[in-house]
């Protein structure tokens, strides 16, 4: 698939220490998401694509530790990017997740569906059309910032190489895949972008 670099963006969901092996919420092989995704963008870069990442921000006592292990606290090192994540062509850095009774899963969305992270209004600033996905964790954050990204009306791509799952419950990542399909997201190899 050929990209028009100047009006796509690339999207890096959430590849923290948390939720790589190792982490407070660890996926497995969730760090496996790295070399494609740092491959793909300095290829945003290369050719004049904006690169954004995003990182899951929770202050102490968050809302989401109701449901989920303590994780990406604000300023922890669960909650840096992995060390191996390439920062240099990124853009811009968005964090979610931050207020203390609002979780985020999306990337442009917060939970309640109503509080914006600033994502959609960057994009349409910069008549940016298409996004590419990919990070951690495929049946949560991914899968919501896909959907939300074609809600809007964006052309959605999830690189299926470069997204890993938390599989919890069981089943959630092929349900999540499949819900993708039904939104109209298309999911494709990093390799066969061009
Ligand atoms: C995530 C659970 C809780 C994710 C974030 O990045 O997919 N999952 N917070
Ligand atoms: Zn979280």
Not at 114 to 130: E, M
Not at 185 to 193: E, F, G, H, N, R
Request: charged share 25%; aromatic share 8%.
């Amino acid at each position: 698939m050929t990209i028009d670099y100047a009006r796509s963006a690339l999207i890096i969901v959430d590849v923290q220490n948390d939720f790589c092996p190792g982490g407070a919420l660890g996926v497995e092989s969730g760090d496996d998401v790295i070399l494609p995704l740092n491959r793909l963008s300095f290829k945003f870069a290369e050719n004049g694509g904006r690169v954004i990442a995003t990182q899951d921000w929770h202050p102490r006592g968050h809302i989401s530790f109701e449901t989920w292990p303590e994780h990406c606290v604000m300023g922890s090192r669960g909650a840096e990017f992995h060390e191996k994540l390439d920062l240099k062509p990124v853009n811009l850095i968005i964090r979610k997740g931050f207020r203390p009774e609002l979780d985020s899963y999306s990337a442009f969305f917060e939970n309640d569906r109503k509080t914006s992270t600033g994502l959609a209004g960057f994009l349409k600033s910069l008549s940016i059309d298409q996004v590419l996905i990919g990070g951690l964790a495929t049946d949560y954050c991914v899968l919501y910032t896909a959907l939300d990204a074609a809600t809007l009306g964006l052309k959605t791509i999830v690189l299926k190489d470069a997204v890993r799952g938390v599989g919890i419950p069981e089943g959630s990542i092929e349900k999540a895949l499949k819900q993708l399909e039904e939104a109209g997201v298309l999911l494709i190899d990093s390799a066969d972008i061009r």
